[in-house]
């Protein structure tokens, strides 16, 4: 198989009519007055396929797009189901669709999506054996739709396998995405509120200040809703000459934060995951998993970010902690990762 390509074209290349939406600052998409809303659980992800290719297909995305998250259960990223082609008239609005296509088939499914690409496209897969086109707001506003497509079905299915982990960051970057515009709807701390601090952050006015200890470079805050899970983020900081941070750091030095400043928070025993990650452009470690509190026989969910800054000879230490009895925990842990992001060092 050809070297697999990723192309984000506008409508107009898509469709071959039309015209491409500009786009908005911080690369969002305009709302286009003229379109709905898409509507739906975020979540769910619809899948256009005809019978043979989604029996082979989905296993292999159910696999990859409902990854579990453990949090202090097992929660689902995305849920896959299948949009039946007789009620495809049903789906165009929701917030996230996959078609997928094979040129060389006549069932209706693929005869359909034929009909709606335009020649450029099909020359194009002509060309290359595959390609994968991902659309913003096509049939509606907020609408994320992902065609992938390939000369045969053979094709169409290798490319598949072989991008699943490519289409969860898709989806899951555009999920963050979402999560980003509705958290800065209403209004922020201002920034001169920062000024005493060697950093800053794009802060939602609900997280109120929960921990400060300018002595020892600690600050947190908290946001705590009625009928919502109560949410912490915590940045703190040390001086070294040299890069310090790994995953032993992170792990010990976010136990000793925990249990200070939470007052005696640790972590569950056999429920961490380590892993590389980047965070607000700064690339270092990442950890997460479950926390608990004996003393207070209460527990919740976390995940921890650190890096090296080299500028500023200083490790860094992002901490997100969230809790929550009643429910799921995963979507608090996605807010708190968006505003995680926006850390600047100043």
């Not at 809303?37 to 159910?62: F, N, S, T």
């Not at 802060?203 to 400060?212: F, I, Q, T, V």
């Not at 600690?218 to 009625?226: C, E, M, T």
């Not at 940045?235 to 136990?255: F, N």
Request: charged letters at 30%; a positive charge; proline letters at 3%.
């Amino acid at each position: 198989m050809k070297k697999i390509f990723i192309l984000l074209f506008s409508l107009l290349m898509i469709f071959g009519c039309g015209e491409s939406e500009k786009p908005a600052t911080k690369g969002q998409k305009r709302i286009d007055p003229h379109k709905p809303m898409a509507w739906g659980h975020k979540h769910v992800i619809y899948v256009v396929a005809d019978d043979a290719i989604w029996k082979k297909a989905e296993p292999q995305l159910r696999r990859t797009l409902e990854r579990y998250v453990f949090t202090t259960e097992n929660e689902k990223f995305f849920e896959v189901k299948r949009a039946e082609y007789k009620d495809l008239d049903l789906y165009y609005k929701f917030n996230n669709l996959i078609f997928l296509g094979d040129l060389k088939d006549n069932t209706p499914v693929n005869e359909y999506i034929k009909g709606i690409i335009s020649d450029k496209i099909k020359q194009q897969v002509k060309e290359n054996q595959v390609g994968i086109y991902p659309l913003e707001n096509l049939w509606a506003n907020d609408q994320y739709v992902l065609f992938m497509l390939g000369a045969n079905r053979e094709k169409l299915l290798k490319l598949n396998y072989l991008i699943l982990n490519k289409t969860f960051e898709l989806f899951r970057t555009k999920m963050l995405e979402r999560v980003k515009r509705t958290l800065y709807l209403p209004e922020q701390h201002k920034k001169y509120e920062f000024n005493e601090y060697s950093w800053t952050l794009d802060l939602p006015l609900k997280y109120r200040l929960y921990r400060k200890d300018m002595n020892n470079n600690f600050i947190s805050y908290i946001a705590r809703l009625k009928e919502r899970a109560d949410r912490y983020i915590a940045v703190y900081y040390e001086d070294s000459e040299t890069d310090i941070v790994d995953k032993d750091w992170l792990i010990d030095k976010r136990a000793e934060l925990a249990w200070k400043y939470y007052d005696e928070d640790e972590y569950a025993p056999d429920k961490m995951r380590t892993e590389k990650a980047e965070i607000a452009g700064h690339k270092g470690w990442k950890i997460s998993g479950m926390w608990i509190n004996k003393k207070y026989t209460v527990g919740g969910a976390y995940q921890a970010f650190a890096f090296y800054d080299e500028r500023t000879k200083r490790a860094y230490l992002i901490d997100n902690s969230v809790y929550f009895p009643e429910g799921y925990k995963l979507d608090a842990l996605l807010e708190l990762e968006v505003i995680s992001n926006t850390l600047k060092i100043k």
